[in-house]
């Protein structure tokens, strides 16, 4: 079992520019979930999707960023005109299903925005 | 909503002493409760988790967390730390019947030799 698989590790974008992570889920699970990682604001819930479908955006900065899961196979962040303040390790992660179930966490995606 | 407090940002301890990471949580009812570690580098990993049951709840690599619900609290513990223990961790509730997980801030633990 590869785990959760998230690309890229490291992406160094300018002020302005686009920035769009990827994350593939272990296979199987049907929950996707996206936390942004910072020093000062640690782990902050972004999105999940359950069976593919967007079920809690709570967290999501309304403009500029925006999550898709087109198939179960994958899943992307965007984030448009990025913001200095929008450094962060982008975590994925999946698990099964079921409330109380395991993230499985990938490896993150480090976004610095010069 | 749910939250978690983890009041220690940091903490020291030497190699073979004892551990407790303190954990206090906010929900109205029973909710789960899950302890991850985080190596440098790398994503999350799960230690333990809880809903019923024992309120002692053995883990991964001699953890183990005690829920008390007086206290609402979910302290994580380890009779003897080990240098590879250094990480940061982070105790996290979900409500019941939720698929959310809230994360509490981390507490960063370094074992001195």
């Known amino acids: 079992n590869a785990g959760v698989i998230q690309t890229p590790r490291h992406k160094v974008t300018g002020k302005g520019q686009e920035a769009t992570l990827w994350c593939e889920p272990i296979s199987g699970h049907s929950a996707v979930f996206w936390y942004r990682q910072t020093i000062v604001q640690g782990l902050e819930f972004l999105t999940y999707f359950r069976n593919q479908a967007p079920i809690d955006d709570s967290g999501m900065p309304k403009e500029r960023f925006s999550a898709q899961m087109p198939n179960q196979s994958h899943s992307t962040l965007k984030i448009q005109s990025t913001q200095p303040q929008d450094s962060a390790v982008y975590l994925c992660?999946?698990?099964?299903?079921?409330?109380?179930?395991?993230?499985?966490f990938g490896e993150g995606s480090r976004l610095i925005v010069v | 909503a749910q939250s978690v407090t983890q009041p220690d940002a940091r903490v020291t301890v030497s190699e073979g002493a004892s551990l407790q990471l303190r954990c206090k949580y906010s929900?109205?009812?029973?909710?789960?409760l899950f302890w991850y570690v985080q190596y440098p580098r790398q994503g999350l990993q799960l230690l333990l988790k809880y809903y019923s049951g024992d309120p002692v709840v053995q883990g991964v690599n001699g953890f183990e967390a005690e829920f008390s619900k007086s206290n609402s609290s979910f302290h994580l513990r380890k009779a003897s730390v080990h240098w590879s223990d250094s990480a940061v961790y982070f105790c996290a509730v979900s409500r019941t019947g939720g698929y959310k997980v809230v994360f509490g801030s981390g507490t960063r633990l370094l074992v001195s030799p």
């Open positions: 929900y109205s009812a029973t909710p789960y």
């Open positions: 992660a999946s698990s099964p299903g079921g409330a109380g179930n395991t993230l499985y």
